[in-house]
């Protein structure tokens, strides 16, 4: 049956080059029960592949002796851990060794990707154990359909208010479990109407057929909570998370949630945020929230992920004193330790909202005694909408690799996130998805270098974001060496080429408001949100030092006094802590004012270069892929040169300062 959807990664297009289907065409299975449903599920994703790659189907045998591949349980034995594999080719077998189920689906996984990315399966030995206990999706999907920050389409998941559970979801759990995801969330953190009924008989049923199809695929499933549920389904008059009605009516309510939903990993909470209810609502604070609900899911062996996104959206912009980067700190610090062991505080990546490039978030690390987990958006509602090109996975590798210097030995984002840090297991790495019912599920075909890589960096973080390239373009694009080298190359600049046409220097923002695409530059200058660059005649910038708003004083030691000062700044972020001259000059010798403008001059030269690269390809590339890029390409161009022209023209007349070269600025 032709699919209404790509198969992405999974399509499986012929490949016998290597002389892989020897190892396909008999495999055995030893120590697991074959009807398991996890490993049901490697071996019918064996057949998938196999049937594409090689033509052929192969028999499960019971013996080994004659199998090309060996699916065998092992015991935890200080090689393998949890969901962990390894692959050797021994004698001409392939053998595929896991502790449990799901480690072997990702080591069939494994196999997989190397016959799909052209690899020969001869002299395979690897060992894999994953560096996040979890590492989840989450999805901004409301049940009308549409999607908070979606550009590829609507829900797969809701339509009309109702729960889907169809095929698409089966081909969802399978493409996101093949580079390691363990956990999504299904629904929007912004709990509304019908979501709120997600976790009552209106929709239970259908909820829990749909988890049954994650659990086929080791991914265990999580709902958004709305905190105010007490109110809107209980009847209660409030939800005082020590009011004993409101402790009680979670109580019921969480054992009926994990009767009904098997497969239930625990709650995603937004509270006290954008209009989201809380506990500071009832003078409380966020530790007594999340641990009343914690305590409720704990006899299930449930979790409670509670975000950290809390904030004043209605500050003055008149208000100096008042930072946005301050709050997310300022909100939970005080509290580091009293939360329970099953709450996760669920940490975006940055102090503000998930913008080109902002500092890491002093939370990161700056916990000491709490369970911590990174949030990442590969939904590009800040980086192009899936428009424009920006390969995020070098920015997440900065973002994991940054000394928080929190512990000696231990202290970058990815040893507190993994739990080498503290020693703890509930701890792991989200990103918010970019998909949706688009039939490329992504927008842009391009935007799937990040559903993809994502998962592979969560679950090994020491993969470069171009060995994730080089499984990614083979096994989806093309494996032509011309298309590889060009994407490699537009894909591994796309993120810096986006910061310099729209706002660099960290200074984030100046986008139009509410959509979040295309230039305004001071769209959100005079508002409520807290998102100010602050431009004025003589210079721009918010000085979020100590003689501002104190910011880097959050940081640890030496990075509080590397960002408190001018000098040693990195110059990234030198407009995100500094008010700074526009005469002032980089240590490239430019001023401020000629960088930005270089700045924006050199970014649309390269997305229009990526555009006419882009072009070289065709004939090389699935019309279809070749098409939709190529139209996204254009309009990216668009948008580029919006950006290029209102933020010169906006700072040349600001500043008065002409640019040195002459260009032309309005
Ligand atoms: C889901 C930003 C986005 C909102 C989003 C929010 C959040 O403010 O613009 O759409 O809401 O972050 O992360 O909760």
Known sequence: MEQKWSQLWLAYEKKTEQGNEVFFRKVAVEGFSAAERVVKSALKELETGARGMFGLKPDVLKDVTDAGLIL???????????????????????VCEAVDAKGLLYGVFHILRLASMGKSLAGTDICCNPDNPLRMYNHWDNMDGSIERGYSGNSFFFAKDDVLTD??????????????????????VNVKQAATYLITDRFFDKVARMAEIFADYGIKFFLSLNYAATMEL????????????VIAWWKEKMKECFAKIPNLGGFLVKADSEGCPGPFTYGRTQA???????????????IIIWRCFVYNCTQDWRDRRTDRARAGYDSFIGMDGDYRDNVILQIKNGPMDFQIREPV?????????????????????????????????????????????????????????????????NAGIAAVINTGNDANWTGNDLAAANLYGFGRLAYQTSLTAEEILDEWIPMQISSDKEVMETLREILLSSRETYEKYTSPLGIGWMVTPNTHYGCSVDGYEYSRWGTYHRADHLGIGVDRSDKGTGYAQQYHEPNASMYNSMESCPEELLLFFHHVPYTYRLKTGKTLIQHIYDSHFEGY???????????????????????????????????????????????????GIADEKGRKIY
């Open 361 to 425: 978030s002093p939370l990161l690390g700056g916990l000491q005694k709490t369970n911590q987990m990174l949030e990442v958006q590969i939904a590009q509602e800040y980086t192009g909408h899936q428009i424009d090109v920006c390969y995020l996975i070098p920015m997440f590798k900065e973002i994991l690799d940054f000394h928080t210097y929190c512990k000696e030995g231990a202290d970058t984002v990815a040893d507190v996130i993994s739990g080498r840090t503290m020693g703890n297991q």
């Open 234 to 245: 209980g009847g209660l008059p409030g939800a005082d998370p020590l009011d004993a009605d």
């Open 167 to 188: 095929e698409r979801v089966r081909d969802y759990a399978r493409l996101v479990s093949s580079v390691g995801i363990n956990g999504v969330v299904i629904n929007n």
């Open 72 to 94: 065998r349980k092992v015991q935890e034995n200080g090689r393998i851990s949890e969901e962990g594999y390894s692959v050797k080719e021994e004698n001409g077998q392939i």
């Open 605 to 655: 030269d390269e997305a229009e270069a990526f555009a006419k690269a882009w072009d070289r390809l065709e004939g090389k590339i699935r019309p279809e892929t070749f098409r939709t890029v190529k139209e996204r390409f254009g309009r990216q161009l668009v948008n580029a040169a919006e950006w290029r022209d209102q933020v010169n023209s906006y700072f040349y007349r600001k500043s």
């Open 288 to 302: 007594d929230g999340a641990n009343m609900l914690a305590d409720a899911v704990k006899p299930y062996g449930g």
